[in-house]
């Protein structure tokens, strides 16, 4: 009955916006992660079912279907300012002596705030529902990143309205039912928590990319991509620190108005705290500045502001900061040691990474040896040399890397690294990407990139092979016993027990390891085969659309492009490397060695485009792009990029342009809005 759905629908959208807010705003969930599941997949499965019921502000519209061309700029109403820093108490005194001086007799305190490593961003909301999201750019001018804003799932995408505490409960700072403002421009940080920051580099490492530096580059890379369904898969946070532009103030100072944005459903630091004087200020920055490595993100200061807007009014601003506010930095934890030697590594995608072989130092509670020098355009800006003595400090507290070289201490004699025009493993000539900075080994048959291939392959996060470790597959290497993947399926046990002490026992087990992944599942092989910018993740996403592997092998390049979550880059990538006769090889040998990888567990599909392909050109009127994509996978259809004859149906809006002409040419059906409508409900 049409009533039912609608009103399942409603109470689901509304109690999955509760959800989120007791998880992201109050830190206290009712349900655990997997109950909250089962509420999202009833609701996008009703949705699929109903596309009708969609509305913008769903919890299941938050990744664009298809790729940015570029961003677009978008105007601050009110001036994004950047803040002045200062470095020590006397300076924070000073600071506040200034401020004394401006408000006169007047009383006022401080709110005090981490300054979190992220991105600046303002957050523009019209009647409750975000309509854009831009990055601070240089102040007056920053870019739309609307499409990558709304992935982060801690942004609402539609301003919640807490209830109030039932009597009898104590209702906390700030408490009460805000008003929603036809115009509320809210500001934040968008940031990359730690956690999120090592398994993002984790997998970068395992697809042969370059790894981030620090979370906060990270996190604007991630903000700043096309492909908003790869910045879905960033796991970037946000935590909102004030106001722009207003249609009607929610409070009269800063810390009541954040606790106000906290009911509206707007996550906020639960770390802010006010201050009476300056000397309470020190004492909060103080507090910080040894446990902020306890915290799940990474910070590099404290900011510090006038808590009532209306002494702010009196204090303004100078041409690029306010004077009602201060950031408090921390000095980042270095040390100093000397760069003993240089190493070039060679990656399994034949990447060459310099790498700085340092006297031991400890740093951050823990024994540093090596510092990565990122590459050799950064090797020659920071001009490291053997025997230098450098400053190296962790980035983003976690990968140690050399910040400054104390030239003074130069040895006499140090000569510059040379840049290798020679593999240092198999001596071919190396050659540098036209775009970008790395250095790479063509040569596949490479000895130092065939060890990390099979390292990798065999690792835990792909074939999980136990016991099939770095230094056994050295040994397995260097006495030509492996040369390729398949050739690990076709080791005997006396091919083991011949290496150094190796026992029967011990290679038994190693043989019975190899044996168990034979049949791992599809997604482990894909993500194992090394290709360029495919980890783990990607991996699932690819098994999960295909199905097979033969699928992926022979999937065209629009096909794969138009994968949920796969972008262009990523698409070629695949496309080439299954092209590759050299590539298509290892599959064949692998297969022909026992290796069955096991395809994902068919999911259960109705609707009535269950193996069809569609292309949708054209706007429609009763969809987005996005939403009708979503409505066709969920029917059990494919979504194309592109027509062929192997295409079941092109949906056309208006202004269909070339698609449809393509259609007609082929004889393949086109279908309007209401026709997809009845083969979705069939």
């Not at 690029?320 to 040390?335: H, L, T």
Request: some cysteine; charged content about 25%; glycine content about 8%.
């Amino acid at each position: 009955m049409v009533g039912d759905f609608k009103k399942r629908i409603d109470w689901l959208r509304r109690e999955i916006r509760r959800h989120d807010y007791l998880y992201y705003i109050q830190n206290q969930p009712e349900i655990s992660d997997q109950q909250y599941d089962v509420l999202f997949t009833e609701f996008k499965a009703l949705e699929a079912e109903h596309p009708e019921a969609v509305t913008p502000d769903s919890p299941t519209q938050r990744v664009a279907g298809r790729p940015l061309g570029e961003f677009a700029t978008v105007r601050h109403v009110i001036p994004m300012l950047s803040v002045d820093n200062t470095y020590n108490a006397a300076e924070l005194q000073a600071f506040d002596e200034r401020v004394r001086k401006q408000l006169g007799e007047t009383d006022y305190d401080y709110v005090v705030e981490h300054k979190i490593d992220g991105l600046a961003v303002s957050l523009r909301y019209v009647d409750g529902v975000l309509t854009t999201g831009a990055t601070r750019g240089d102040g007056e001018v920053g870019d739309d990143v609307t499409a990558n804003i709304r992935t982060i799932k801690a942004v609402p995408l539609r301003l919640y309205v807490a209830q109030p505490p039932s009597a009898g409960e104590e209702s906390p700072p700030g408490a009460g039912v805000p008003h929603v403002p036809a115009v509320l421009e809210v500001r934040g940080e968008v940031f990359m928590p730690t956690k999120s920051f090592v398994t993002l580099n984790k997998a970068r490492a395992e697809a042969g990319e370059a790894a981030f530096a620090n979370p906060r580059n990270a996190a604007a890379g991630s903000l700043k991509l096309l492909d908003s369904r790869i910045t879905a898969t960033r796991n970037l946070s946000f935590f909102a620190y004030g106001v722009g532009e207003i249609s009607q103030p929610l409070a009269g100072d800063h810390y009541q108005t954040l606790q106000r944005l906290k009911t509206l459903g707007l996550p906020v630091n639960p770390h802010i705290r006010r201050a009476g004087n300056i000397e309470e200020v020190i004492k909060i920055c103080q507090s910080w500045s040894d446990r902020r490595s306890d915290l799940a993100y990474q910070i590099d200061g404290m900011v510090i502001k006038v808590n009532r807007y209306d002494q702010r009014d009196i204090l303004g601003a100078t041409g690029r900061s306010p004077r009602w506010c201060i950031a408090y930095k921390y000095p980042a934890e270095r040390a100093r040691t000397i760069v003993e030697s240089i190493d070039v590594q060679v990656g399994k995608t034949g990447a060459l990474t310099p790498v700085a072989n340092l006297k031991a130092v400890q740093l951050a509670g823990t024994t540093v040896r090596r510092a990565s020098l990122h590459n050799f355009d950064e090797m020659r800006r920071l001009d490291v040399r053997p025997g230098d003595t450098v400053l190296i400090e962790k980035a983003g507290e976690i990968i140690p890397q050399v910040v400054e070289v104390k030239k003074e201490f130069r040895p006499a004699g140090a000569e510059p690294f040379p840049v290798p025009k020679k593999c240092p493993n198999c001596g071919s000539d190396v050659v540098k990407e036209e775009t970008g900075v790395c250095v790479r080994c063509p040569n596949p048959d490479c000895m130092g990139m065939l060890k990390e291939r099979l390292r990798y392959f065999a690792g835990r996060d792909q074939m999980d092979i136990e016991r099939l470790g770095v230094s056994l597959i050295e040994q397995l290497i260097d006495s030509g016993l492996v040369r390729t993947f398949a050739d690990i399926y076709r080791l005997k046990k006396e091919d083991l027990t011949s290496l150094e002490r190796m026992g029967e026992k011990s290679a038994q087990n190693v043989l019975d390891g190899i044996e168990a992944s034979k049949t791992r599942p599809l997604w482990r092989l894909i993500a194992a085969l090394g290709i360029r910018h495919v980890g783990g993740q990607s991996a699932e996403v690819l098994a999960e659309h295909f199905g097979s592997l033969d699928a992926i092998v022979n999937a065209g390049q629009e096909e794969l492009q138009a994968v949920d979550q796969v972008g262009p880059v990523m698409a070629e990538s695949v496309y080439q490397y299954f092209r590759n006769p050299r590539h298509r090889m290892v599959i064949d040998e692998l297969l022909a060695a026992g290796v069955r990888p096991q395809p994902p567990a068919p999911k259960k599909r109705t609707g009535g485009l269950q193996g069809k392909t569609v292309v949708v050109t054209g706007i429609l009127k009763g969809f987005s792009r996005q939403q009708a994509e979503q409505a066709i996978r969920e029917a059990g259809g494919k979504v194309s990029g592109s027509v062929s004859k192997k295409t079941s149906y092109v949906l056309a809006g208006e202004d269909p342009g070339s698609k449809l002409q393509k259609a007609q040419e082929l004889g393949v059906e086109v279908i309007s809005e209401e026709q997809f409508l009845e083969r979705l409900t069939r």
